[in-house]
Each structure stands twice: as C-alpha cells, then as structure tokens.
C-alpha cells in the first residue's frame, strides 16, 4: 500500500506550507489518517490525526498554527501548516491506521516529505 505525500518544502519562518497526502481507497474509506514528522537526530513524534468520521487531533505544539483536513471525494488528508518556526523542520510523513482512545495506531506509512524552516 503505497501513501503519496507532497508539497514540502522550504520557506521562511513565520510562513506557510500545506501537505498532501493520496491514499488508496481502499485504505482511506475505512482509515483513520495521522501525519508524523521526524527532526534530524530526533524520534518520529506525532502531530495530527483525523478519523474516517472527520475529528481532528492536533498536538499542542501545532495546535493553532496546524490544521488537518480530508477530503473524501479525492481520497487525500492534507496538513495546513501556518506560522512555521524553525523548530517545524522535519520529514513529515503521513499514515493510515486507528485511532484508539487518544492513541494512533499507524499501519501503513507515506515516504515522507521534506519542511525546512529557515531563514
């Protein structure tokens, strides 16, 4: 299962980006969806998630700068991300799985896109 993330990128503090995710369909009609990222040197971590029925979670470090979104019709989740900080370079990477509770249980992952935050 192959999930197609684009539209990383570089740009400066303070700026915009908005990622894409494609999902098979097969995957995305019965999937909860999540984006994680990972820093140079640093664990993969968290930040968003939405489930099949369309509730977003955001972590509190994105939470007011990031927004998550599907759309049903096109089989995508895309991650608006607002008010870059340095501290947002990362490989992001988006992920269908469950989401349990509060947790995120990935089970199929994109190849990840590249943000860079800098001036």
């Known amino acids: 299962v192959q999930l197609q993330a684009s539209g990383g990128g570089q740009v400066q503090p303070g700026g915009s980006l908005r990622l894409s995710c494609a999902v098979p369909?097969?995957?995305?009609?019965?999937?909860?969806m999540g984006w994680y990222r990972q820093a140079p040197g640093e664990q993969r971590e968290l930040v968003a998630t939405?489930?099949?029925?369309?509730?977003?979670e955001l972590k509190d470090f994105v939470k007011g700068r990031f927004t998550i979104s599907r759309d049903n019709a096109n089989n995508t989740v895309d991650l608006q991300m607002n008010s870059l900080k340095p501290e947002d370079t990362a490989v992001y990477y988006c992920?269908?799985?469950?989401?349990?509770?509060?947790?995120?249980?990935?089970?199929?992952w994109g190849q990840g896109t590249q943000v860079t935050v800098s001036s």
């Open positions: 939405i489930t099949s029925g369309g509730t977003a």
């Open positions: 369909r097969t995957i995305f009609s019965i999937g909860d």
């Open positions: 992920t269908a799985g469950r989401s349990i509770g509060t947790y995120f249980y990935p089970d199929y």
